[in-house]
């Protein structure tokens, strides 16, 4: 595999890493304590955005062993644009897309990613409860796992 791509890989495996501790943190009031935070104090936003950041190092990694690499400007359009061709060529599953799909509208909404979901932003950070965003962050980590497990088979099996 490519030196580029997998050091995209270990990217992703970190982000995932966080987005679980950060959900940790969050649930676990031993590590509440042991942080000096607040017993009410909770991330799950940021765990949201970290799991779209491991699918989205996930999805460079792949492009990168394909020779395709995507920048700044609009580095995340470009990169969701490059890897929606593979599966709509069939090359990757469709669901891997979905996967993405779901994210990037999700992290959007908390980064301000696309343009195109700016009137979306206040969803999950400020018209909710931060507890309120456990479901997704629930959602957003599972979604995350399954994206980096695939690309993780479909790069090995080059």
Request: aromatic fraction near 12%; glycine fraction near 4%.
């Amino acid at each position: 595999m490519d030196s580029k791509a997998l050091l995209y890989l270990e990217r992703a495996k970190n982000e995932l890493d966080l987005a679980g501790a950060i959900f940790k943190v969050s649930t676990k009031p031993e590590i509440k304590l042991l942080l000096e935070l607040k017993e009410d104090a909770t991330f799950f936003s940021d765990a949201i955005s970290n799991a779209y950041y491991c699918i989205f190092y996930c999805a460079k990694a792949f492009l990168c062993s394909k020779g395709i690499i995507t920048e700044p400007p609009e580095e995340h359009q470009k990169t969701y644009a490059e890897f929606e061709k593979f599966v709509l060529s069939g090359e990757i599953d469709v669901e891997l897309l979905n996967i993405y799909e779901s994210l990037v509208v999700r992290a959007d909404e908390l980064l301000g990613i696309f343009k195109w979901e700016k009137s979306k932003r206040g969803k999950f950070t400020y018209r909710k409860l931060p507890q309120a965003n456990i479901e997704p962050a629930i959602e957003s980590i599972s979604n995350a796992e399954k994206f980096l497990k695939n690309i993780n088979l479909l790069l090995r099996a080059e």
